[in-house]
């Protein structure tokens, strides 16, 4: 069964950068696109982008580029999600959810990680 | 970008009566090459990640009880829970997967009367 653990809580300043990682297991890891979705009190969910496990391909939300950095390690079946330049308004919960790859990047997420708070302030 | 808009934002359904949940997405998400929608619905209870429990509009998920089911074509969408229970107070997702870049409703808070 599909599964995917998330790293926990961050606190960071302003200006600096957080690296959430999040784990799969009981899948073959390239076969499942892993995005990026965060919820913001008040603002839903948001969407940031995925990456191909299998190619390291990536697609960033227009929002995010040029502070987001999405990465994998095929050896431990692992997705990571880096952003910079952190504001207040960063300080939110971000999931990792997967789509099966053998239907393209337009899909359903499922399963979600637990998800990651990240906190930023001075 | 496609907007989905979810109505009502919060509604109470008494134990037992049906909820219904409505989703609208700004333009068509119904791809003519396949006839499919691409719609899916989301639970999520507090302090949890969403969980699927609809795709292509109205397949439900394995395991998702029966209760939930979803509806509609092109712009117009329903996510109906014919007898509410305890378990179902939520707060309830549209998610369109149409093109890039996705997005998804507001969000309907499901509780008790």
């Known amino acids: 069964q599909l599964h995917l653990v998330q790293s926990g809580a961050e606190m960071k300043k302003p200006g600096a950068s957080v690296k959430v990682s999040c784990k799969a297991s009981?899948?073959?890891?390239?076969?499942?696109?892993i995005h990026w979705v965060r919820q913001a009190p008040g603002h839903g969910l948001e969407w940031m982008g995925w990456?191909?496990?299998?190619?390291?391909?990536?697609k960033y939300a227009q929002k995010f580029q040029g502070r987001v950095t999405m990465t994998r390690d095929t050896s431990t079946g692992t997705a990571y999600m880096e952003l910079s330049s952190l504001r207040s308004a960063d300080s939110t919960i971000y999931y990792c959810?997967?789509?099966?790859?053998?239907?393209?990047?337009?899909?359903?997420?499922?399963?979600w990680g637990q998800g990651t708070l990240v906190t930023v302030s001075s | 970008d496609i907007v989905m808009t979810q109505s009502p934002d919060s509604l109470a359904v008494s134990l037992g009566e049906r909820a219904t949940i409505h989703c609208k997405s700004s333009?068509?998400?119904?791809?003519?090459?396949?006839?499919?929608?691409?719609l899916a619905w989301y639970q999520q209870k507090p302090g949890q990640p969403p969980k699927l429990l609809v795709y292509?509009?109205?397949t439900r998920k394995s395991g998702v009880p029966d209760r939930f089911s979803g509806s509609g074509s092109g712009t117009d969408f329903t996510l109906t829970i014919s007898s509410l229970q305890a378990e179902d107070v939520a707060v309830y997702y549209c998610?369109?997967?149409?093109?890039?870049?996705?997005?998804f409703g507001q969000g309907t808070k499901v509780e008790i009367k």
């Open positions: 292509w509009a109205s």
């Open positions: 009981g899948y073959t890891f390239t076969a499942y696109y």
């Open positions: 959810a997967a789509s099966d790859a053998s239907q393209g990047t337009l899909n359903w997420y499922d399963p």
């Open positions: 333009q068509s998400i119904l791809r003519g090459s396949n006839n499919k929608n691409y």
């Open positions: 998610h369109h997967y149409y093109n890039t870049p996705p997005t």
């Open positions: 990456i191909n496990p299998n190619s390291g391909a990536t």
